[in-house]
């Protein structure tokens, strides 16, 4: 029997894992009749509707619950497969115990990291290290996915008590074009760098490279991404460096203006995938 499948999210943010999870969505609906994605919008932007694919978009744990609740519980025993992530795993565990519970891990996890994660018992999302994950409520997962090998090393690494870790590499939607070269007249390199400013991207290293001297008045860094954590004091360290430096914010037709770009970079050594290279 073909299982019915339900994806979970808690976004906070805009970037490449919530691309991945649509595109996931979209892709898993050509193979299988039913899916769906109850999507718990904690911050960043709305969930965009994947065609054939039913989103739930909620703004609480009560309406996570809810939609949770409904979207697992199936008449005849049918047999639902609910792919979660560390987020959502352990709750979506209590919510759906008689669900199978697949959780993706899009990034390399480190022994000290602090991940955000929700509290199965509150609905919190609270900061826990991979040690003090709800193990005892996460015993009933019966496999982990890393979205490439090194991910699911660390796994295996660090989350001693998952029963089994499997590396099942992410993907990427290929524009069905390739957009034109649009390089602009400069007079400079220019090199792009798609992330957001938060620290493990380390964006503060490609700003005092394009500062020093000898790269300064040749080079010119085009930041892409929604802002983060670190984004005043990337501003404030390209000021003081007077660095060549642009923020350009989030934008959606990204393959179309990185067509004006002579390389892309990236400082970021913790990427469990590295989508925004791989585009």
């Not at 199965?120 to 982990?144: C, F, K, N, Y």
Request: zero cysteines; a positive charge; hydrophobic letters at 45%.
């Amino acid at each position: 029997m073909v299982p019915h499948v339900v994806i979970t999210w808690l976004s906070t943010a805009r970037g490449g894992a919530e691309n991945s999870v649509i595109e996931l969505a979209t892709h898993l609906a050509r193979l299988v009749p039913n899916v769906e994605v109850v999507w718990w919008r904690h911050g960043g932007r709305a969930a965009k509707n994947p065609g054939p694919v039913h989103v739930h978009e909620v703004t609480d744990w009560n309406g996570y619950q809810q939609a949770l609740a409904r979207a697992t519980s199936l008449p005849g025993g049918q047999p639902v497969v609910v792919i979660s992530n560390h987020r959502t795993a352990a709750a979506d565990v209590t919510i759906a115990p008689t669900a199978r519970v697949v959780p993706v891990v899009r990034h390399v996890v480190s022994q000290d990291q602090t991940l955000r994660v929700i509290d199965p018992h509150t609905g919190e999302l609270v900061e826990r290290t991979i040690g003090q994950m709800p193990w005892d409520v996460l015993s009933a997962v019966p496999v982990w996915v890393g979205i490439s090998q090194a991910s699911a090393a660390a796994l295996r690494e660090h989350a001693p008590r998952a029963r089994f870790v499997s590396a099942i590499p992410n993907g990427v939607t290929v524009p069905v074009r390739i957009p034109a070269r649009s390089r602009p007249n400069t007079g400079k390199l220019l090199v792009a760098a798609v992330a957001r400013t938060v620290p493990w991207k380390r964006l503060d290293v490609l700003v005092r490279a394009v500062a020093d001297p000898r790269l300064s008045t040749a080079v010119m860094l085009d930041i892409f991404g929604e802002p983060g954590s670190q984004h005043q004091e990337l501003q404030d360290l390209v000021g003081d460096l007077g660095a060549p430096v642009r923020s350009m914010g989030y934008v959606d037709n990204l393959p179309h203006r990185l067509a004006g770009y002579d390389a892309l970079a990236t400082a970021a050594l913790q990427e469990g995938f590295g989508r925004s290279s791989i585009l």
